[in-house]
T-cell receptor
């Protein structure tokens, strides 16, 4: 039990649609990151939010966007879904600072058909 | 830049066998090092970590020692169980880049 909760756990969307994934971070954690994990691959960094501001971004197009709220919970939005967006989306929370432990949620499985 | 290299899988062992999964890293300074585990159909769980050279992280019978001289953090377990079947990721925590650097993962199958 990491204290990081994600919703929904599974969902199916059609190509071209939009999706919003949600994450509630561990209590007191002010930093949230999102990762995409395709089947059989390692997680790939999408972006990070610190105190409601985007604080780093990986190699993902602008149709991947996010929000962090004052209570440090977060959303990942993906517009114009493509088949290759099918993956496990992982949320990770931590306290800002080098070397602090990062805790992951169980993930949201997105299937795009 | 920072990077992590871990042995390719899948690794298949019989129950009670000895396990080693190799991990080496390239990084500036002396970062913390992590092993994460992902059980089938689940997210990532932190298995163990070490924060400085010669530290040994341990959890659930797994151990890994932070070796500065060989830049390694190999994962070991003396007697594996079927329930250890999972994918294991060696990882460097974020520094200025704000992202975890993961190895490609090693899938472990334990046969009864």
């Amino acid at each position: 039990e990491t204290g990081v909760t994600q919703s929904p756990t599974h969902l199916i969307k059609t190509r071209g649609q939009q999706v919003t994934l949600r994450c509630s971070s561990q209590s007191g954690h002010n930093t949230v990151s999102w990762y995409q994990q395709a089947l059989g691959q390692g997680p790939q960094f999408i972006f990070q939010y610190y105190r409601e501001e985007e604080n780093g971004r990986g190699n993902f197009p602008p149709r991947f966007s996010g929000l962090q709220f004052p209570n440090y919970s977060s959303e990942l939005n993906v517009n114009a879904l493509e088949l290759d967006d099918s993956a496990l989306y992982l949320c990770a929370s931590s306290l800002a600072g080098v070397g602090n432990t990062i805790y992951f949620g169980e993930g949201s499985w997105l299937t795009v058909v | 830049g920072n990077s992590v290299t871990q042995m390719e899988g899948p690794v298949t062992l019989s129950e009670e066998a000895f396990l080693t999964i190799n991990c080496t890293y390239t990084a500036t300074g002396y970062p913390s090092l992590f092993w994460y585990v992902q059980y089938p159909g689940e997210g990532l769980q932190l298995l163990l970590k070490a924060t400085k050279a010669d530290d040994k992280g341990s959890n659930k019978g797994f151990e890994a020692t932070y070796r500065k001289e060989t830049t390694s953090f190999h994962l070991e377990k003396g007697s594996v169980q079927v329930s250890d079947s999972a994918v294991y990721f060696c990882a460097l925590p974020p520094n200025r880049d704000d992202k975890i650097i993961f190895g490609k993962g090693t899938r472990l199958h334990i046969l009864p």
